[in-house]
């Protein structure tokens, strides 16, 4: 079965211009989450959904970022006039929900992003 | 959730186990063990997580004391392949994970 993906799988934008991240979770999964990892760093959590709401934004950096989700299936983060702090790899993760607890998260490969 | 503590790295021999600690010392009663593992330029790869007792899978086993403030994780074969960063994550409900910086595992032939 299909895993988790995401796309484009590498993005190279120049300072300023708005990024758009794509996210296609395991059908099925109720929850999707968003996650980025700094080159040489541990995976900073940014955004989790549960259907089509969000309800841990905690870890957005900035209000440049910003994310949703749509037929509580498909995600998209964007991140707007982007810097060179943002180069990062973005990670998407989904589970399934069962009683309140979310189940084990499979990660996708994520997105490269390098902002020049 | 509450924070762990992991060795930055360790070694082992391939076909030998690696026994991998992480300490926990915060945790609270419903509060689950987590492990995940990344390889190299790869998304984390879920390995296993338990509450109080002991779990196995046929990826490892995982070891939780009794006081429930630290926990092993134990991959019995290690093979070359399983080179990695191991993290282990508490967390109540299993959405938000912390992932630390974990333990870099080397496989050895």
């Known amino acids: 079965g299909a895993g988790v993906s995401q796309s484009p799988s590498n993005k190279v934008t120049e300072k300023g211009k708005d990024v758009e991240l794509r996210c296609d979770p395991i059908s099925g999964h109720t929850a999707l989450y968003w996650y980025r990892q700094s080159l040489g760093q541990g995976l900073e959590f940014l955004i989790y959904?549960?259907?089509?709401?969000?309800?841990?934004k905690s870890g957005l950096p900035s209000d440049r970022f910003s994310a949703e989700r749509t037929g509580g299936s498909v995600s998209t983060l964007t991140i707007q006039r982007t810097q060179q702090e943002d180069s990062a790899v973005y990670l998407c993760?989904?589970?399934?929900?069962?009683?309140?607890?979310?189940?084990?998260?499979?990660f996708g490969p994520g997105t490269r992003l390098l902002v020049l | 959730d509450a924070k762990t503590t992991q060795p930055p790295s360790m070694d082992c021999a391939e076909g030998r186990a690696a026994n991998l600690p992480c300490n926990h010392s915060t945790i609270s009663g419903n509060e689950y063990v987590y492990w995940y593992r990344q390889i190299h330029s790869q998304g984390p790869q879920y390995i296993i997580h338990g509450l109080k007792n002991n779990e196995t899978n046929e990826m490892a086993s995982l070891i939780i004391t009794e006081d429930r403030k630290s926990s092993t994780l134990i991959l019995p074969h290690a093979t070359l392949r399983d080179t990695a960063v191991y993290y282990c994550?508490?967390?109540?409900?299993?959405?938000?994970?912390?992932f630390g910086a974990g333990t870099i595992l080397r496989v050895k032939s």
């Open positions: 994550i508490v967390s109540r409900y299993g959405n938000k994970l912390v």
């Open positions: 993760a989904s589970s399934t929900t069962s009683g309140g607890y979310q189940e084990t998260q499979y």
């Open positions: 959904f549960q259907g089509n709401s969000a309800p841990d």
